[in-house]
């Protein structure tokens, strides 16, 4: 008799940029959450891209919203 028990150490997680599942045991991935270091850098840069829309398009909330900023 066969039993698919999956293993207690085996995980997975969806890329957070293209939607692979990448399972793994033990260790999390270096990339995690992403499949690749490629995945990794196109989140990087839509991070950054984010980032300048958010400058040009402040507004009050966002100025409340967050933690002040670090003093030192
Ligand atoms: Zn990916």
């Given at each position: 008799m066969i039993q698919r028990m999956p293993d207690a150490n085996q995980r997975s997680f969806s890329?957070?940029?293209?939607?692979r599942v990448v399972t793994y045991d033990g260790r999390t991935p270096a990339t995690y959450p992403f499949c690749s270091q490629r995945c990794r850098m196109v989140d990087l840069g839509k991070w950054l891209n984010e980032q300048y829309t958010i400058e040009r398009d402040v507004t009050a909330d966002d100025l409340t919203d967050g933690e002040p900023p670090n003093p030192a």
């Open positions: 890329c957070t940029i293209c939607g």
